[in-house]
Nanobody, 126 residues
Framework: QVQLKESGPGLVKPSQTLSLTCTVSGGSITTDYHYWSWIRQPPGKGLEWMGAMSYSGSTYYSPSLKSRTSISRGTSQNQLTLQLSSVTPECTAMYYC??????????????????WGQGTQVTVSS
């Protein structure tokens, strides 16, 4: 059973860089044709796909966030990290990592994600 767990600071100041980690257990982020994404949900709004990393390490980003987002492998073999720079209060959201094996229709087709973490709340405030 694949499990994903997000972790990181719950509070970040405006203009700082947000750093989150997704730890995967029960599976490997390098398994062929597995794709791992970061998704967020601001309070009262829908889910927003932020970016993804493939099993081979290729990365893909939402055009609206590309200039401020970086996804990479963590220090541990089965970790995925997210860095979002220049955060604003509008970045306050629940942040999730998820896995898909079906990218037909795009990485942002969230209905195709079969495993999700429980999410971690991030608040941007001074």
């Amino acid at each position: 059973q694949v499990q994903l767990k997000e972790s990181g600071p719950g509070l970040v100041k405006p203009s700082q860089t947000l750093s989150l980690t997704c730890t995967v257990s029960g599976g490997s982020i390098t398994t062929d044709y597995h794709y791992w994404s970061w998704i967020r949900q601001p309070p009262g709004k829908g889910l927003e796909w932020m970016g993804a990393m493939s099993y081979s390490g290729s990365t893909y980003y939402s055009p609206s966030l590309k200039s401020r987002t970086s996804i990479s492998r963590g220090t541990s073999q089965n970790q995925l990290t997210l860095q979002l720079s220049s955060v604003t209060p509008e970045c306050t959201a629940m942040y999730y990592c998820g896995r898909t094996r079906d990218i037909v229709g795009g990485y942002d087709n969230l209905t195709k994600y079969d495993y999700w973490g429980q999410g971690t709340q991030v608040t941007v405030s001074s």
